[in-house]
């Protein structure tokens, strides 16, 4: 009886992995080769550093979006409760805490950049 479901998710397995690896097949061949690709295409540290802090700063602009709604909807639902409009506060004040930190990075790093590339130059 085990060995029915266990024969069965062989079979499922193996119907999600087929195509899985035979995407896969042609990268795999050509790493062999001795050549392998760049996939970030970023040649320099700087454009690395710039790249990732441009996620960073695009996940943290969303989070920081919904924080700040979300303590707007903790000030309406306080309805005048001095403890949950102080909580209220905290999320706010914390929120514009964190979204200079965010920006203060990425000027921090756009100044580290620039004296890099100057270096470089």
């Given at each position: 009886?085990?060995?029915h479901?266990y024969k069965?998710?062989q079979?499922?397995?193996f119907?999600?992995?087929?195509p899985v690896l035979?995407?896969f097949?042609?990268?795999?061949?050509s790493?062999?080769s001795?050549?392998?690709?760049?996939?970030?295409?970023?040649t320099?540290?700087?454009?690395?550093?710039d790249?990732?802090?441009?996620?960073?700063l695009e996940?943290?602009?969303?989070?920081?979006?919904?924080a700040f709604?979300?303590s707007?909807f903790?000030?309406?639902?306080?309805?005048g409760n001095e403890?949950?409009i102080?909580?209220?506060?905290?999320i706010?004040?914390?929120?514009c805490?964190g979204?200079?930190i965010?920006?203060?990075?990425?000027?921090?790093?756009?100044i580290?950049?620039?004296?890099i590339?100057?270096v470089?130059?």
């Amino acid at each position: 009886m085990l060995s029915h479901y266990y024969k069965k998710a062989q079979v499922k397995v193996f119907i999600f992995l087929a195509p899985v690896l035979s995407v896969f097949t042609p990268s795999v061949s050509s790493a062999q080769s001795g050549v392998i690709q760049n996939p970030l295409k970023i040649t320099d540290f700087p454009a690395l550093v710039d790249t990732v802090l441009g996620y960073i700063l695009e996940i943290g602009g969303v989070v920081a979006i919904f924080a700040f709604i979300y303590s707007g909807f903790k000030f309406v639902a306080a309805r005048g409760n001095e403890t949950e409009i102080t909580k209220a506060r905290e999320i706010f004040f914390n929120t514009c805490i964190g979204v200079a930190i965010l920006l203060g990075a990425k000027i921090i790093a756009t100044i580290i950049v620039g004296t890099i590339k100057n270096v470089q130059a």
